[in-house]
């Protein structure tokens, strides 16, 4: 069924001990996406030799495409200008776009500089289109005809044409480059020679603005089964189209970033990224969690006097913290997913935020109660349990929900992504809370714990 | 570009006050994407007015496939089963099996009952496979030809079959049903008339066994940026295929998953599941939850002496639990979602261990530097500082990497899903582990903290 996959340390092995001609025997044949995952985790030395020789037989634009953008700049990183440049002019449209991504800014400049004037214009239109737009995706790579082209005509023009990146619909533009419908492939397959592309086209087609938003581009092609959309600009006109496997890479990319940002993660930040790029990544968002715990534990310090005097709380803090940290970060996850998923309109907002508070306080009255009855069997008192089961009432059952329902709602109002360090300022803001109540009341009814 | 989505509130007025002849004639020409969003959060009267102005107009299997499968089960319960059934026979095999999925099991056979025998049969073949496998929602709705059939062979039985679900590849088979190759529908397009599947066909293409797992399966399509894959059963025969959109589906359902069982949801708690079902599905996890945290808890029990004797500790304990947590669960979203897009093989998994821990040691080295200092410098003791950078050190450094990285790794081992309750379990680890190094630490010096 599935290919077997290259046996990386195999690969390695004849890289040090083997001819060029006889690594590219072994792997020359397989699909590229079956050779990127060979760059992974090897040596400066190796992945330039490895790029030698994929380089050599007009391997290596395909094969370097098929990794995972954010693993590229590594790898273009120990590639001379000169060859990355070649491997820029050799690449379709949209992947030489992905290969300059990947340059650092200045090298970003000189290896454009090494392009032809051609496709160095075509990339600079490109990447003219700023970051997350569908325009710096897609593919100029495509075919148009005239409404007054017959099925026979469009047959002939596609033999003529040769190899295409993709191809699944025929567009038909006016005369000035507007597009006016799509042909799928199938009914030019079974319609009469002599029928026009204007009489069988699906007239004003789901489209997209070049400055449209990828993931939302990526929502219209998967809400309505497309399998390409065309990519216009202001006044109507092709410029390109986004296909369907790029669309899973932006879906992929999409729930990356979801859970990555939550707990504060750059999109980068992989398995394999070298250790010090993960470190600086992810540094910023320890101090800002160093600052929120910092908050939580400047509440326990306005209670220590309580504490002192009733030092078995100490013991029942992490619980009402815990519990109300957890269950934040669940509604924050479902208010985040649904979100991505488009599952409810901003306008609505307050009655998902009025649903998770509802099942919040369900959960915490039987976590109170369970808790409440453990802890004055645990510790012989009942009134422990009650402020503990008040507590935990209040933090979970109140606090967690409104928190991890308002906090992405807050963050996408303020034009932030809704998943931005909210797990970090959530469980921050539960684990102050927790305290605050938790030792509050200990504080209101002592009287009774000592 | 984007057609304006129908106002919802609109179609509640109109099914309250205008005729179902109306409200068809409002929505009926809308696409089935656009009508089935309509579904959500209507009342169970108004479900089944607009359920039944559908399927009046054969349009309620084509809305309701749209729908994520999550929320079938709330909308089916308000249909009575003669219709339902009558909705299975109109479907795709595919929706009609995403249908009755939807039914719970006694309801399921009654419905059943009531299909003829030839969609029984279908449907039972289906539902045969297990949850999970690709067999379960491949469509088996496809054309399959003789390698001796020639293009215009081929496009002469196309235009007969007609309508097709899906259709970008032809499959060939050889007279016992075994799949032998398949051909672009592009390159039957530019074929001459007279030349043979046979001839043109890419032989021994990629495919899947009907058992295989459904995320295995969307991983094949989108490595290979196939369009559709075509199924095959032990002995090699077609059984059917599934489409990129599909791929789509599962791997929306996959991330979903990912992110949802790392905090203890299950996937069908959306953003407006009902309260009740929603309080069931998260109660189990909380109650685990709340036994990590009762664990951390006693961690903190044993050291109510120390406690005692130094008050201001206290107030430090939220800062190791909480830093380690979010370390930890850093560390374990990273490599979920590593094994969720195939970033590494499990037999390198101990890089990924070795590479998690470095990040996080390199870390909890500058957060506990800061820490040091300004724990010392709060209050006026720079032992305190000590021991709280090297408990953070521990905590973060050493137990948040490892238990992040290894908790999902072991939990893929005992044939888990590696994001179940990780979240809930790490954070656990790391409160316990936090106070006890913190705690612990403390007692050991602390002559020098009082």
Request: charged residues 25%; contains cysteine; negative net charge.
């Amino acid at each position: 069924m599935k290919p077997p996959p290259i046996d990386q340390e195999t690969v390695r092995d004849m890289l040090r001990t083997a001819t060029p001609d006889r690594v590219l025997r072994f792997i020359g044949q397989r699909h590229p996406a079956d050779i990127a995952p060979l760059f992974k985790g090897l040596e400066p030395l190796e992945i330039r030799q490895l790029f030698d020789i994929l380089f050599s037989a007009r391997r290596a634009a395909k094969a370097l495409k098929e990794l995972p953008p954010e693993l590229l700049p590594d790898i273009l990183a120990h590639i001379d200008d000169e060859k990355v440049g070649r491997l820029i002019v050799r690449a379709d449209p949209d992947d030489a776009v992905r290969f300059v991504d990947g340059l650092p800014e200045q090298r970003r400049e000189r290896v454009m500089a090494l392009l032809d004037p051609e496709r160095r214009a075509e990339v600079r239109e490109l990447i003219s289109y700023p970051e997350g737009a569908v325009g710096r995706i897609m593919t100029t790579d495509f075919m148009t005809l005239l409404p007054s082209t017959t099925a026979q005509g469009a047959i002939d023009k596609i033999r003529e044409r040769g190899e295409m990146e993709t191809f699944f619909y025929l567009y038909v533009v006016d005369e000035t480059g507007k597009l006016v419908g799509v042909v799928p492939l199938r009914n030019l397959v079974i319609a009469p020679p002599n029928r026009t592309l204007g009489e069988m086209m699906i007239p004003d087609p789901v489209k997209a603005n070049v400055l449209m938003d990828q993931e939302e581009a990526a929502r219209l092609v998967s809400k309505y089964e497309l399998l390409a959309l065309p990519i216009v600009d202001e006044s109507g006109h092709l410029e390109g189209i986004i296909t369907v496997d790029d669309v899973i890479d932006i879906i992929d990319k999409e729930a990356t970033e979801d859970m990555y940002k939550m707990v504060g993660l750059a999109e980068e930040d992989r398995v394999f990224t070298p250790v010090s790029r993960s470190v600086r990544m992810r540094l910023p968002w320890t101090f800002l969690n160093l600052l929120t715990a910092t908050l939580a534990a400047s509440v326990v310090g306005l209670f220590e006097g309580t504490l002192h005097e009733i030092i078995a709380l100490v013991t029942f803090m992490p619980i009402v913290a815990g519990v109300g940290g957890n269950g934040a970060t669940q509604t924050a996850t479902v208010i985040i997913r649904g979100i991505a998923l488009g599952e409810f309109e901003f306008s609505s907002a307050w009655k998902a935020v009025v649903k998770q508070v509802s099942v919040n306080i369900c959960i915490a009255l039987a976590a109170g109660a369970v808790i409440a009855v453990a802890a004055s069997l645990w510790k012989g008192n009942p009134y422990l349990g009650l402020v503990l089961a008040s507590a935990l009432i209040f933090n979970l059952g109140l606090m967690a929900g409104l928190a991890g329902a308002v906090i992405p709602l807050l963050l996408k109002a303020l034009k932030f992504d809704p998943a931005l360090g909210s797990g970090i300022i959530v469980t921050g803001v539960t684990d102050a809370f927790g305290f605050l109540s938790f030792l509050g009341l200990a504080t209101l009814f002592r009287g009774y714990l000592i």
